[in-house]
């Protein structure tokens, strides 16, 4: 069985950055290629996690909290989406490779809690899996 991708049918997704990414930090080479070294490492299901979170992010113009990020992916297809326990492990092994990193705590629109969400760490590590993913 193949996997639906993520991407059909959601090009604007993909449109220009917007204003808000503007005023990015400079990332040195060095961290942009040892992001590359460890993204290439890890499996597919951790990879839809990431490509996940930065389609949420572009969609929704906000980071996903885990809950919002299991909805997400299991509304769109993905595999490997069963429970929350099918994303939140991956989102701490992902944190402790440096992958993924939590940024404020806001309302979570699925639990009505206030918790954590989770970013893409640089703006050059979200424009490498928009690339990668095409």
């Given at each position: 069985?193949?996997?639906?991708?993520?991407?059909?049918?959601?090009?604007?997704?993909?449109?220009?950055?917007?204003?808000?990414?503007?005023?990015?930090?400079?990332?040195?080479?060095?961290?942009?290629?040892?992001?590359?070294?460890?993204?290439?490492?890890?499996?597919?299901?951790?990879?839809?996690?990431?490509?996940?979170?930065?389609?949420?992010?572009?969609?929704?113009?906000?980071?996903?909290?885990?809950?919002?990020?299991?909805?997400?992916?299991?509304?769109?297809?993905?595999?490997?989406?069963?429970?929350?326990?099918?994303?939140?492990?991956?989102?701490?092994?992902?944190?402790?490779?440096?992958?993924?990193?939590?940024?404020?705590?806001?309302?979570?629109?699925v639990t009505?809690?206030?918790?954590?969400?989770w970013k893409?760490?640089?703006?050059?590590?979200?424009?490498?899996?928009?690339?990668?993913?095409?």
């Amino acid at each position: 069985m193949t996997q639906t991708s993520l991407f059909i049918g959601q090009p604007e997704a993909f449109a220009e950055p917007t204003k808000e990414r503007r005023g990015r930090k400079r990332v040195r080479d060095t961290s942009i290629e040892a992001y590359i070294e460890v993204f290439q490492t890890i499996s597919e299901r951790e990879r839809n996690v990431l490509f996940s979170i930065q389609v949420y992010r572009e969609l929704n113009e906000q980071w996903p909290t885990a809950y919002e990020l299991y909805q997400f992916m299991a509304n769109t297809g993905v595999k490997g989406t069963f429970d929350i326990n099918s994303v939140r492990p991956i989102l701490t092994y992902m944190k402790d490779l440096y992958l993924v990193e939590f940024t404020g705590k806001r309302k979570c629109s699925v639990t009505g809690k206030r918790v954590y969400t989770w970013k893409i760490p640089t703006a050059a590590a979200q424009d490498y899996l928009i690339k990668e993913k095409h």
